[in-house]
Structure formats: C-alpha cells, structure tokens
C-alpha cells in the first residue's frame, strides 16, 4: 500500500518508528510532503534515509506569506533533488487567517510552473477555496498532472475527473459525517485513485483515539474497498499501479 501524502516531521514518533511501523502494516512508499523551507528539507532527509520514504517539496498557501522570488528559487532547488517526486502542497486556504490571498495565489502559480517545468505532479490543497483553486488550476495548470490531496470537493468531483486531476483520499472518508466523501471514493474511477493518511492529521475512524501516522493508511484503503465492493489487495495493486504512474518511481 502506497500513503501518498503524509508529513513524518510533524508527527511525535521519529521517523524511524514511523517507517518500521508502516512497513510492518503494509505500506511499500510513502511521500512526506514538504509545507516550508525546513519541511522540505526535512522531507528530503527523510527520503534519503529511508527506501521507502519520497518527498514532495511545496510552500503551503498558509506558509506563503511574503512569497518571492528567493522562495521560488530555494524551491527549484529543492524540487532538483532525485528523492523529490512531487510539487506541493500548494493551493489555497482561506478557511483561517492565514496568508495574504495574493501571496498564496503567487505562491501557487509559481509552484504550477515550477511542476510543468520539472514535469512533477502538482499536489493540490484547498480549503474553503474550491471556486478560486479550481479556477486558477483551469487557468494556469493545463497539461500539468494534478493530484488532489485530501479531496474535499465531492460536489465537483466530475469536474475534476473531465479534468484529468488524480483523487486523494485521506482518513476523514471514513468518518459517519463524510457520507459524501464516501460515495465520491466509491465513484472514481480506478485509475485516478489514491489514497493517504495526511498525518498526524485526520486519523481514520477505526483508530481514531489515536494521532495518525503513515502505518493507519491501511484503515482508510480498507474502508474504500469495502465502499468500492473489491478487496484489500485489489484495491492495493489499484493504488499501487497509479502511485507508481504519477509519482514516476
């Protein structure tokens, strides 16, 4: 099983348990995403510790205040490195008071160049900003392999799908208030499917009590097997097959 996005800097275990964890319960690769300058290179350290471990590298919409052009080009640094497999996360947030809106819309534009020009999906994050991002990806990301990471647009999903955008799902489909989510995981179609566990953040219900980490992917990939009516191990070759497509490992 594949955790295709989740932020082993943040969680409380070293990364070393983390990983021995997560290989354990199934889990082949992982991509530890970047949201700032340290993250990123965090992220990276990670990926050239552990096999198993992949890095994403990003300015989070909530970390781009002041973005300029001595961000970008720390990024494209970063972005060069061979553990890197993607770009992001990037987006828009406008759920808290965060980042001026201007900063993250430049912030974002630069990280979809920055994709293109590598040729390195997109990972997508958008928060109370579905009309803005969805809008500014149709604008600018044409031609660019964007993945949407923890998908909470279920009311756009077929949008998405016309649009080629890969669907992410983290552990909060699991949850009895999500049912939109959940048949939004039960309609996608097999080839633009992921799945993740975000972590620390949005642990799946099953083990819910606890703070996430890459090992609960699992949960999150079980329940969606069960909505989509295949098994575990189907759904695994399924996610497995389209990580390895979009991330290029």
Not at 31 to 56: D, I, K, M, N
Not at 122 to 133: C, F, S
Request: hydrophobic residues 45%; charged residues 25%.
């Amino acid at each position: 099983m594949i955790d295709s996005h989740t932020h082993l800097d943040l969680c409380e275990q070293p990364d070393t348990e983390l990983v021995a964890d997560a290989v354990a319960a199934g889990v082949t690769r992982m991509v530890t995403v970047g949201t700032t300058s340290a993250s990123c290179r965090a992220a990276l350290a990670a990926a050239e510790a552990f096999p198993q471990v992949y890095a994403a590298i990003g300015r989070h919409p909530n970390e781009a205040h002041g973005f300029d052009d001595a961000d970008l080009t720390e990024l494209e640094a970063l972005a060069a490195h061979e553990r890197c497999v993607a770009i992001g996360e990037t987006g828009l947030d406008f759920y808290r008071e965060g980042a001026p809106p201007a900063d993250q819309e430049r912030a974002l534009s630069a990280q979809i160049e920055l994709a293109r020009e590598t040729g390195k999906p997109l990972v997508i994050h958008t928060r109370a900003a579905a009309d803005q991002t969805l809008d500014r990806l149709a604008a600018e990301a044409d031609g660019v392999q964007v993945v949407l990471h923890c998908f909470s647009m279920p009311d756009r999903l077929q949008e998405c799908l016309d649009r080629g955008y890969a669907i992410s799902f983290a552990g909060n489909v699991t949850y009895k208030s999500a049912g939109d989510l959940a048949q939004a995981a039960s309609a996608v179609p097999e080839d633009r499917l992921l799945v993740e566990t975000d972590a620390p953040y949005l642990t799946p219900q099953a083990v819910r009590k606890h703070r996430n980490q890459p090992a609960y992917v699992i949960h999150t990939a079980a329940f969606i097997a069960e909505l989509r009516s295949i098994s575990l191990a189907e759904l695994d070759s399924i996610v497995e097959r389209n990580a390895a497509r979009i991330f290029g490992w």
